[in-house]
């Protein structure tokens, strides 16, 4: 799909569309690569934040233009069970988890201790490392 090495986790675009300074660069350079990973979960997670203005709805509609959406097939959700089993995770960081360890991306995400006990995951912070391209 793409040749970006990192999967967008939802905080990350919200944190960007409030104009957070460590995220607007993050993007902004991913962006200009030609594209952002992210799971379909992150897209409905993202879309159906319940803080969106009809106008802010509109620009994250639009954001989400540039991104690569890896869709949910059967390697991601059987990745995602054993996950959710083996560390009683919540579905959806058990989906998003499931989908950049499968695609051998890192996963990019403010949220660190809901992902640090999954073998074979690298987690960048963007807020703690800058270089994180």
Same mark, same amino acid.
Request: charged share 25%.
């Given at each position: 799909?793409? /040749?970006? =090495?990192?999967?967008?986790? /939802?905080?990350?675009?919200?944190?960007?569309?409030?104009?957070?300074?460590? /995220?607007?660069?993050?993007?902004?350079?991913?962006?200009?690569?030609?594209?952002?990973?992210?799971? !379909?979960?992150?897209?409905?997670?993202?879309?159906?934040?319940?803080?969106?203005?009809?106008?802010?709805?509109?620009?994250?509609?639009?954001?989400?233009?540039?991104?690569?959406?890896?869709?949910?097939?059967?390697?991601?959700?059987?990745?995602?069970?054993?996950?959710?089993?083996?560390?009683?995770?919540?579905?959806?960081?058990? %989906?998003?988890?499931? /989908?950049?360890?499968?695609?051998?991306?890192?996963?990019?995400?403010?949220? %660190?201790?809901?992902?640090?006990?999954?073998?074979?995951? =690298? %987690? !960048?912070?963007?807020?703690?490392?800058? =270089?994180?391209?």
């Amino acid at each position: 799909m793409s /040749t970006n =090495e990192h999967l967008i986790d /939802t905080n990350i675009l919200i944190y960007h569309t409030k104009g957070s300074q460590h /995220t607007i660069a993050f993007i902004t350079d991913l962006i200009n690569k030609h594209a952002f990973n992210i799971s !379909i979960l992150t897209k409905i997670e993202f879309l159906g934040w319940d803080k969106h203005t009809p106008d802010g709805y509109e620009k994250c509609k639009r954001l989400l233009e540039s991104a690569v959406i890896y869709p949910l097939d059967d390697a991601i959700a059987d990745k995602a069970i054993e996950l959710k089993k083996k560390l009683n995770i919540k579905l959806a960081d058990a %989906v998003i988890a499931a /989908t950049a360890i499968l695609n051998n991306l890192k996963l990019s995400t403010r949220n %660190v201790d809901d992902f640090k006990m999954i073998d074979r995951l =690298e %987690v !960048i912070n963007p807020f703690e490392h800058n =270089e994180a391209l």
